[in-house]
């Protein structure tokens, strides 16, 4: 009786961004009653940035957050004691053209403007690496990359303004399921160019270290059993929505983001898929330096592949 009261006790606090998927999953292990199932208590706050996610992070305030691979070097090499335990998320997505666009290899990217979320973002990076490879040149010098906001990537292309864009995961499968808008290439083609595979995590479940390691267990088992969930019920997608987790204006493209989120979820947490990560990290360093990445190495001692829930 004592032990079974012992651990009911446990609890988590987990930091969830506004508009983030980790919301999806904690609203799921609600849904389903998992963390009750499991003998643990999901305390989720909810924060207006993933600057803020980190801030809850270093103080305390919140074990556990979904970032970067880069973030939690980041974070360790300026003292933070935290770890990635578990990938959340495969890099997925890609570049996007208008369907009757002239542009049909990366190599057409010479001398066309790119929208992008942001110079450091990911895919830019890899793509910069895949076409100096690839086709001689590197985007950065050779495109137009202007910074434009992934909600609003269509609208650019729509007016003209830029000619090929990396939205966000969801608003790629958005664009593309309406018809406008057709994949140039895969964020997994774009790996598989640089040797490398096409499953690489991008975004990680990172905890602070001196988060109870049962409790982290049985998070990471809750979370695990939630996308399990999610990828069968159909009734889950409505009700999330419902709940305001995402603003979907057209419902009809609901079953492309349902499918592109389940292509992101990783199958495994190996140090094979540590070693991927390092090998990408040296390819974006190599292709636009370390000023660019924000960092000169990945330090590998900030993940930890120890859970296998």
């Known amino acids: 009786m004592l032990a079974g009261g012992a651990q009911a006790q446990r609890s988590i606090n987990v930091g969830l961004q506004a508009g983030g998927t980790m919301s999806w999953v904690t609203f799921a292990i609600e849904r389903y009653g998992l963390d009750q199932q499991l003998g643990f208590k ?23 957050v979904v970032d970067d691979f880069l973030e939690v070097t980041l974070l360790r090499q300026k003292g933070f004691p935290v770890s990635a335990v578990y990938p959340f998320s495969l890099l997925t997505g890609g570049v996007v053209v ?21 110079l450091t973002d990911k895919t830019l990076l890899i793509l910069r690496a895949y076409a100096k490879a690839t086709a001689g040149f590197d985007v950065q010098e050779a495109s137009k990359v202007v910074s434009v906001s992934s909600p609003l990537m269509e609208q650019f292309m729509n007016r003209g303004e830029i000619e090929a864009g990396i939205p966000f995961w969801h608003h790629n499968a958005r664009m593309v399921s309406g018809g406008k808008f057709r994949q140039l290439i895969s964020s ?7 040797g490398l595979p096409k499953n690489v995590p991008l975004l990680y479940i990172v905890a602070r270290t001196d988060t109870d390691p049962a409790t982290l267990g049985l998070f990471l088992k809750a979370v695990l059993l939630a996308e399990e969930k999610m990828k069968s019920d159909a009734a889950f997608w409505p009700a999330m929505l419902d709940a305001n987790l995402y ?13 592109q989120w389940a292509a992101g979820l990783p199958a495994h947490w ?9 090998l ?28 296998q829930p």
Do not use: E, W
Not at 247 to 259: G, T, V
Not at 270 to 278: E, F, P, R, S
Not at 283 to 297: F, Q
């Open 247 to 259: 603003a979907l204006p057209d419902r009809a493209q609901l079953p492309a983001l349902r499918s």
């Open 188 to 194: 997994g083609d774009l790996l598989r160019g640089l």
């Open 98 to 118: 208008p369907q009757d666009s002239p542009i049909r290899t990366v190599a057409d990217l010479r001398g066309k403007t790119l929208g992008a979320t942001s």
């Open 42 to 64: 999901l305390n989720a706050t909810t924060y207006a940035s993933k600057d803020a996610t980190r801030v809850a992070l270093r103080s305390g305030a919140s074990q556990i």
């Open 280 to 307: 990408l990290t040296r390819k974006m360093i190599a292709v636009a330096g370390p000023d660019v990445v924000g960092l000169t190495r990945l330090d590998t001692r900030a993940f930890n592949t120890s859970y």
């Open 270 to 278: 190996t140090a094979a898929d540590l070693n991927a990560t390092l």
